[in-house]
């Protein structure tokens, strides 16, 4: 199956920093997707972008397939934005990274 | 809307005995349902995933099953837990194709 690296693993920003998290993935995808779990294990998801540059609020997120990365950008982080963020890959059968554990320190 | 709907919460169970984790969607048909283990602070892990009614894809050789009795419903089951079946289980669904996937709150269990 594809494999998926998400770098780094761990991040501890200041409240009001921005930060960008790295997805790579081996081969190529239909299907990426950006999950945020909060400290409590609920899973929402942020995103689906195969391709192209998708904003939501203050998280944007940029897939470019061709060289088989994702980028997800947190900007103005809160301390709500803590969790661990993961990225998935592949066909209906996703395909999960390790994730990024984000710390936002008020 | 479309909800999701896992249960219980938690569960505590011990070694040897069966083990049922139901989920339900509702305000959809005919979704791809899936059921995903996570291991604590690791990533997630497909088990399984049904495209209908009868149809259940293995991912993981393990002591776990899983049924999908109608449509809208997925359940998770075990004739007896081993202590290596402790975990986060997560239901999820998404429409048939490529989409969003959407997750349930979870069930935390520990097998003692």
């Known amino acids: 199956g594809i494999q998926v690296e998400q770098s780094p693993p761990d991040l501890i920003l200041q409240e009001g920093a921005n930060s960008t998290l790295r997805c790579n993935f081996s081969?190529?995808?239909?299907?990426l997707q950006w999950f945020h779990q909060n400290p409590w294990g609920q899973l929402i998801n942020l995103f689906y972008?195969?391709?192209g540059t998708k904003q939501n609020g203050r998280l944007s997120a940029t897939t470019v397939a061709t060289e088989r990365y994702s980028l997800l950008y947190i900007s103005s982080s809160q301390t709500t934005d803590s969790g661990v963020y993961f990225c998935?890959?592949?066909?209906?059968?996703?395909?999960f990274g390790a994730g990024t554990t984000v710390t936002v320190r008020a | 809307s479309q909800t999701i709907h896992q249960w219980p919460a938690t569960l505590v169970q011990p070694v040897g005995s069966p083990l049922s984790l139901e989920c339900t969607v509702e305000g959809t048909s005919n979704p791809n349902l899936y059921w995903y283990r996570q291991a604590a602070g690791r990533g997630l892990q497909l088990l399984f995933y049904?495209?209908?009614?009868?149809?259940i894809s293995s991912e993981v050789p393990q002591n776990l099953s899983a049924s999908r009795p109608q449509d809208r419903q997925f359940i998770l089951s075990s004739k007896k837990l081993l202590l290596s079946d402790s975990g986060f289980y997560l239901c999820a669904w998404s429409v048939q194709g490529t989409s969003p996937l959407h997750f349930g709150n979870g069930t935390r269990l520990t097998v003692t």
């Open positions: 998935a890959v592949d066909d209906y059968k996703l395909s």
């Open positions: 049904s495209v209908g009614i009868g149809q």
């Open positions: 972008i195969p391709s």
């Open positions: 081969d190529s995808v239909n299907n």
